[in-house]
């Protein structure tokens, strides 16, 4: 396994681009398989979840190839129809494949998901709006098993806007007969994303980004082409990098429109943000001041920030009040920040951090995704040489931070973590 060796000291400086949006790419990859026509996706990062769905969907029958950011995926019929516990359990988003598999198939067996790193996360939403399609759906052995002969569209008016649920839902959707409107639909970008390619695809589909969201079924479906949009997550972990470090970062190749509540903040502890077509640069002179900040479904501050904000928060003048309203124990990175020197406390979903004038670097460990990332950040501005182990985490949404991060005046190194035995 891999570890970082992040130097802390740098301030981060520079231009950096930023890929295309993992969390947009997995459900596009997935409705492809709704036609058995040919589709070619452009900007599809190069992450292990990717890797990991397209294994998946070849187990399931799509050929897939994949070159320098452009893929193109065939699904002349499925060889199967069932997502096995081995790989669903390293990768949540294979949920998605139960949409296509109804919709084409009328019969799908994927593992329920696992739970991650900060509890366990249902997917209550997505099944009970398979049932209101007309599915019949079991539980049996840790698997759900999906069977319809016909899905009917209906009103499906989600609990919470998930975003899982609204896609899987919206795919299902347009092999169900009739209109389905998904009302408490999610926002997020990845949503019309979603909803723009399968409309190229040939669906009829009208409210996508809006919270009620219209399907005529039914339509006959081909591949299509379709550029993946940019990584709203990753262009707000290189900003908040910029104002914690006292830096100047231009972010290129962003969505400044998806980044809206993550500028906000931005500006609130006083880095200055400036915002372009298709770049936001922020520059910072001082030290950040101490935020509040509540995580809320789309268009409020996202969770997958919220980490990021806080190795921020760890060093700002002041005191921070972070509350975490999507996944409420989603802290797994404070008692790591904790070993860095940090001082936060936790009451249920709300951490109370006193800002340092510095950290100081120690051995910590990544423990998910967008924890990882945290913790690189709050190696750059600990004293000394902070070992991060078990990055295979960030490698699943993160092409290449360490040389990004090195591009932009950063010191981490990835090295060889010998198997404690
Ligand atoms: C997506 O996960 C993202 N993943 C997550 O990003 C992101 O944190 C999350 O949306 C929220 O924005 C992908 O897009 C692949 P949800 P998803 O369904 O779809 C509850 C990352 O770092 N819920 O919107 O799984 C759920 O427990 C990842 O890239 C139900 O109760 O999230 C949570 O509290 C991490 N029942 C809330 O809804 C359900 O059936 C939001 O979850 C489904 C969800």
Redesign the pocket.
Known sequence: MDKFVVEGGARLEGRVSVGGS??AA?PIMVASMLSDGQSTLRNVPALKDIKTLSKLMEILGSQITYSDGVMTLTTPEFKDFEAPYDLVKTM??SVYVLGPLLARHKKAKVSLPGGCAWGP??????LKGFEALGAQVTLDAGYILAEADQLVGTDIHLD?P????TGNLMMAATGAKGTTRILNA?Q?P?MPALADYLISMGASIEGGGTSEIVIEGGKPLHGAEHRVIPDR?EAGTFLVGAAMTQGDVTVTGCDPDHLRATIAKLQAVGAQVDVGEDWVRVRSTSKPKGLRLTTEYYPGF???LQAQFMAMATVSEGVSVITEE??RDRFSHVPELNRLGADIKLTENIAVVEGQPHLSAAHVMATD??ASAALILAGLVAKGETHISRVYHIDR?YERIEKKIAELGGVVRREDEPLVT
């Open positions: 993992k969390n997995l949540r988003a996360r249902p997917i209550d939403l997505h919470l998930s975003v899982g649920a999610a997020e990845e997550i996202p969770t997958d999507i996944y995704l967008r949404g």
